[in-house]
């Protein structure tokens, strides 16, 4: 058996078209998971009862399932709510923002959990009023806590993108399947696909570690 | 929506429920053999990560990013697709054709060394948790290294982590769902291939989200008794408070 880079090199262009869809959806999921996470992270800290109830209801019920059955759901269901077809893309995207959500707003509620009581009473006692407690004092520490595994998150998310090959979208991992499939070239296909996310992942973890071990509180 | 078909009944109609039954039991199967395979690997992996031996540490350490950093997805495809190319023609043979439930045993292997990657560093943190002094304690009163590690520091590192590794226990059953991509017909897959014929798409996936979540709470309920009495006396988490 002979490894046929040339033949992986040739196909890079129609790879990197799978690469920007791959990370497209993971920019999109980042951004849409962090603010609904917040949100949600928001609700359950708000002292509000049914608020607090609900949100913990939907972090606890999104913990609970695979993403592909949330993946299945979407798809079968938001066409049948909407009425009409809405394509693996942005099926894909909404179930990693309402699955990935749950995650960041636990990793968001622990980072302001984590702060201690006595620095909003300092900020209060000094004047400040409780939004600007919460602005310059309390959310700046938290997310310096926080950032660390917001950030191994994200490069999860990275990862999870992948699964959109069960919805036919044309990410990385679906082009270098199409790409392999057709000219019978899965062993260089598979190994470059899984080469490309180990050295992005394995960099990026390193770049956390040392993010993390600079800010530290 | 208005046009939705609602049938609830589906979920009890032959031969549909024997599906779902079937999905259920292959999902069990591949998540207990795949723990099964993840605990024993995974345990080895949480020693290795810690002896003073270099070499086995970097090995080790190699080990857990592989897994750590592919995709599960991209893995399973590699053990299905690639590994009985690579290997003797005969054995690759053999595992593509002979091998009965070629796709049960690849999905139990996937599953199996990707969580011993995740146990395996949950087992070190447990390890690494453990005073020095007992390591000495253990080594200074005539124990051996290997008993050091099965008398002292694994049966320790097993009783603090049983929260995470509950997790991990409950999260290989989430990942079971990934077997479906090699054709696994476990609960997700039936779910979803029963919607496609009956297009009640709602019933299905409420049956097997109500099974999911079962699973989980069973799990979570049946580990938190075995965690208070698993509990080590003297660690913050034995207060009385909390029981």
């Not at chain 1, 984590?114 to 209060?124: D, E, F, K, P, S």
């Not at chain 1, 990410?171 to 470059?192: H, S």
């Not at chain 2, 995974?42 to 950093?69: D, H, K, M, Q, W």
């Not at chain 2, 979803?192 to 989200?209: D, K, M, V």
């Amino acid at each position: 058996m002979r490894i046929d880079i040339p033949f992986i090199v040739d196909h890079l262009p129609l790879l990197w078209q799978g690469m920007k869809v791959t990370l497209l959806l993971t920019l999109l999921g980042i951004v849409l998971g962090i603010a609904l996470g917040a949100l949600l992270a928001i609700a359950r800290l708000s002292g509000i009862r049914p608020l607090t109830v609900a949100a913990a209801a939907y972090v606890d019920l999104f913990r609970l399932l695979p993403l592909l059955l949330i993946i299945f759901w979407v798809y079968f269901l938001l066409p049948l709510w909407l009425g009409r077809p809405i394509g693996g893309f942005y099926s894909a995207l909404v179930s990693f923002v309402l699955y990935e959500a749950a995650y960041f707003s636990e990793i968001i509620r622990s980072g302001i959990l984590g702060i201690r009581r006595g620095q909003i009473n300092a900020g209060l006692a000094s004047g400040l009023s409780y939004a600007g407690t919460m602005r310059h004092i309390v959310l700046p520490q938290a997310l310096r806590n926080m950032l660390p595994v917001l950030l191994v998150q994200c490069i999860n998310l990275f990862k999870s993108t992948s699964l959109v090959y069960v919805v036919g979208v044309n990410d990385f991992l679906m082009a270098a399947d199409v790409i392999g499939t057709k000219d019978n070239r899965l062993i260089e296909m598979y190994g470059f696909v899984a080469l490309v996310y180990f050295t992005a992942c394995f960099l990026a973890s390193l770049a956390v570690n040392r993010l993390q071990r600079r800010y530290a509180l | 929506m208005q046009h939705y078909a609602w049938n609830w009944g589906i979920l009890v109609t032959q031969p549909y429920v024997f599906w779902i039954l079937s999905g259920l039991l292959w999902t069990m199967l591949v998540a207990l053999a795949g723990w099964v395979l993840a605990l024993a690997l995974g345990s080895i992996l949480g020693v290795a990560r810690t002896v003073p031996n270099r070499v086995v540490r970097a090995l080790a350490a190699a080990y857990v990013e592989y897994f750590r950093n592919v995709p599960l997805l991209v893995q399973i495809f590699l053990w299905y697709f690639v590994l009985p190319e690579l290997l003797p023609e005969g054995a690759g043979r053999w595992l593509k054709r002979d091998l009965p439930n070629a796709e049960f045993w690849t999905a139990v292997l996937s599953l199996g060394t990707y969580t011993a990657c995740r146990v395996g560093e949950t087992l070190r943190a447990g390890i690494e948790s453990i005073s020095r002094g007992q390591t000495s304690a253990g080594l200074s009163s005539g124990l051996t290294m290997a008993q050091v590690y099965g008398y002292i520091l694994l049966p320790v590192a097993y009783r603090v982590t049983v929260p995470a590794l509950t997790s991990e226990f409950i999260n290989i059953f989430k990942n079971s769902a990934l077997a479906l991509t090699i054709g696994v017909l476990e609960l997700t897959s039936r779910t979803r291939q029963i919607a496609e014929f009956t297009y009640n798409a709602i019933e299905l996936f409420t049956c097997a989200t109500v099974i999911y979540a079962l699973i989980s709470l069973v799990v979570t309920y049946a580990m938190r008794i075995a965690e208070s009495r698993a509990r080590l006396p003297g660690m913050i988490a034995s207060q009385p408070t909390d029981a």
